[in-house]
């Protein structure tokens, strides 16, 4: 299987490729060339587990790049780190169907998708014989996840930028209280929009990049992508086996549209899903796109769930991608004026395709209180991220909606306690995280000093 650039401008990859590389060189994403389809197995499918069922999705698309073997092991590997035997468990209560993301080791869906990727990353270097340092920003889930997907990892360092004092304390000390030798945290003086401006000037420095062979794990790495897709499989075959008669409709509280893009692949692949529900904040591009056809950047607006708080949503481009039929230069001319104008437009007819699979749904921080508050009184508690995709499945025709739940709701405590006078209770693995030790740099807001600390860090450690 090749993969090709959303812009149709670059050569196209092998998989262990568009892995490592993550971007493609025409500044597009990098997809699948054909998106496998898998109607004939659904039958197999549904009896597997989790990692039986992760193994048969990957295969078309790693397409003998790493050995079935291997593949297993890795995922076998990666998964064996959830606290749940069924690792993404789908939760039905009377009111409401759960499927729990959020049983990794740092408590959110990123887990998913980050602790495959770190064993991917770890398998690919060891063969190619070469070495990575990643480097990145974070506003708190995606950085913790990354830290504790590539820990203790060979031929991986990890230099990880986050806003001094601006991560939420548990976020913070799921960060700094890793102390193996191959993980960096950076505390940077500034906001988190500073802190991934550093980054990319740390990325624009093509010689230092190409001399310290700088990697990105970001959510447009299309290994995150494929392994989120998993779990859409794993929850439509658990649905079905309780309600045969009900269409497969999926709510999920969207920001980069990594995660409902996974669940638009899981459809094309043959999965019958009748809809993706996809829930924003008041920070809502996607909501309008797929209302008004218009792609129009606006100002982040900070909210109570955070990991959704994005403008742009960069996985968005390789949906735009299937809605313009694949047509690489009609994606340019979107960026394009995205880059001059702050936004793009879509014709009738590619709005239409788009709300074929999609439905756009807006909540606001009030109506998401009330919902984590409605659903305490019947012993569930949401995190603001979940309660979104929840109180938007409830605005829809569908009577039963598999709502995502994507992170655990003590990582946002202050959330719950807006909502419903009491904290949540902590689960096992963040128990004592106050009094652990902790490793941490801090820099200026000034991306030479962040290289200083680079090389400095990678001098010493040779
Ligand atoms: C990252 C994140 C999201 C948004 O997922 P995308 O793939 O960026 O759309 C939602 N909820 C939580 C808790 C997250 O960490």
Redesign the pocket.
Known sequence: MKYVSTRGKAAAKTFTQTVIEGLARDGGLLVPERIPVLSEKLEKLKTLSYKDLALEIFLPFVDGEVSKDTLAHIIELSYSSFSAPEVTPLRFADSVVVLEL?HGPTL???DVALQFLGNLFENILKNEQISINIVGATS???GS?AIHGVRGKENIKIFMLHPQGKVSPIQERQMTTVLDENVFNIAVEGTFDDTQRIVKEVFNDLAFKDKYNLGAVN?INWARVMA?IVYYFYAAFRFKERYRDLPVVFS???????????GYIAKRMGLPIEKLILATNENDILFRVLNSGLYKIGVVQPTL?P??D?QI?S?FERFLFEIVEREGEMVCRKMDDLASKGGFSLSLDQLAIAQKDFTAIRVDTSQMLDTIKKYRKSGITL?P??AIGVAASEKTKYSKVIC?A??HPA??GDAIVRATGETPDIPESLAGIEEKKTKCLSSKQDYREIKRIIEAELAQQG
């Open positions: 959020f959110a869906f990123k708190g889930d995606t996840a959510s989120q999920v509280p969207t920001g980069n549209f990594g995660d409902i893009y996974a769930s990991s959704m994005i949503s996985n995190d991220h979940t995502l994507t992170a990582k946002f």
